[in-house]
Each structure stands twice: as C-alpha cells, then as structure tokens.
C-alpha cells in the first residue's frame, strides 16, 4: 500500500466520481485526510482515511486479498476500535458484508443541501429559544484548545491540522454557560464548497434544546459566509433535528467496523 501526496489526489478522483459525503470532498480538495492506494502506476484500490472514517474504492476486477491488505495497513494509522468504514462501491459493500471480521451498523444521509432549502427566520428563532443563562461564541483561536482538551468536544476541531488551519477553513459555534462548554455544532471536516457538521451536547446538558439552537447558528452562518453546511446523521435522533432544522431525508446506509 502506498500514500498519495496531495499533488497525486487526482489520480483517484475517477474512483469517487459518484461520491455524495463532503468529507470525501474535503481529501479530494487537499484540506485534510490520508489517502492510499494499492499501486501508483496502476491503481484499483484505493482508500481514504478521513479522521474515524475510511471510504475504500475500486475500479476493475476486485482482488479480495488486496482490499484485506490494505484495511490491515489502515490499522497503523487509526486504532481499529474507532475506524468506520463507508464502501463506495458494491465490490466493497459485498466483501465486507461476507466477511466474518466486520460488523455493520445504519447511519443515515440527508440530501445535501442548497441555501435555498434554509427558512431562515424559522433558524432565527431557534436561535433566540437560547435560554439566557447560556451564550453562543464562535470558535476563535482563544477556544481552540479548550475544545480540544476535552474528549467529548475535540472532534470539533480533532481534523485540522492547526489552529490556523481551523480559522481558515471551519466554523465552530460554542454554547457556553459561563466558561463552561455545554454544546457545539461545527466543522467535522471542510472543503472548498462547505462543511460537514459535527455536533455534540455535554452529557449533564443533554435534552435542553441546547444542540438545536446551536445547530441553528451555525447554519446560519454558514449561509452567512457561503459555506454549505452538509449533515450526516450517525442517529434517529440527529436524522429528526437535521429535519427539524431544513434538511430532507434520503434513508439509511450501512457502515462496517472490525467486530
């Protein structure tokens, strides 16, 4: 197995043609992400790592020793208790859907969205639901770390390769109680056209509302900056929030990990 280097990304975007996850996007467009592939000078494999995900392709005849190859490499870059892995297509699905190494559980896609789609007002008000005890702060070098520090919340920022990367690529929104971090919705990864969310309430303020009208703010200033915000939803929950905030359901999908 071998790694592109970001001036060879183009040698895979055949293999991701039909892709519709911005995370995907985000390695293609050379912001973030590993990729790797079986051979340089004649690919048919190939795989990318994107923080806990891996989106594995192939064109032509697939070789199954090939593709156990290559997931076992991945081992090396991403502890397997935490890798989940999206097939893009059906020779990859099929493998991993046989295999006695892997199990699957649903996630589910929302239609990627346009500015349109958005009711703006209705987001506003979402917005202003904010009881006054907590307050929004966008994610700005002075957060960073804090956000980082703490496991639950470090995915806000975990795929950027530094604050200065963050602060030119993703948008994080914060709701605060004081100096403390109760929620967040911002950028799991980005791209050159948007984002895609990632979104996260403290335990101990959970089913407060909180992960709605932060949600809210950060759509809105999305829309704001024109950066499409994407939304994939690892739960039923996320699915009736995305809904609630604008985004139309497309179904579930399958996603594998090493049992």
Not at 128 to 144: C, D, M, N, P, V
Not at 191 to 214: D, F, H, M, P
Request: hydrophobic share 35%; charged share 25%; proline share 2%.
């Amino acid at each position: 197995m071998q790694q592109l280097e970001q001036q060879e990304l183009n040698l895979i975007s055949p293999f991701y043609e039909k892709a519709t996850d911005s995370t995907i996007f985000a390695c293609l467009d050379g912001y973030m992400g590993k990729v790797f592939v079986d051979d340089k000078n004649q690919i048919s494999h190939t795989v990318i790592l994107q923080g806990d995900f891996a989106f594995p392709s192939n064109s032509g005849e697939f070789q199954e020793a090939t593709a156990i190859s290559m997931l076992n490499d991945i081992l090396s870059y991403r502890d397997n208790n935490n890798l989940l892995i999206i097939p893009q297509t059906k020779d990859w699905e099929t493998f991993l859907k046989k295999s006695e190494v892997f199990s699957s559980f649903q996630r589910y896609r929302l239609k990627s969205p346009s500015f349109e789609m958005f009711d703006q007002v209705r987001l506003e008000e979402y917005c202003s639901k904010l009881s006054r005890e907590y307050s929004f702060h966008r994610i700005e070098e002075t957060l960073y770390e804090k956000v980082l520090s703490e496991d639950w919340s470090r995915d806000f920022c975990s795929n950027f390769a530094s604050v200065d990367d963050f602060l030119q690529h993703g948008i994080g929104v914060l709701v605060m109680r004081g100096d403390e971090i109760c929620c967040g919705a911002s950028s799991y990864t980005a791209y050159r056209k948007g984002i895609e969310i990632e979104i996260v309430t403290k335990k101990e303020y959970r089913n407060l509302g909180l992960a709605t009208s932060c949600a809210a703010k950060l759509i809105l200033t999305c829309i704001k900056e024109g950066k499409l915000p994407h939304w994939d939803a690892a739960n039923e929950t996320s699915v009736r929030l995305a809904m609630r905030l604008g985004y139309d359901y497309i179904g579930p999908y399958d996603t594998y990990y090493f049992k």
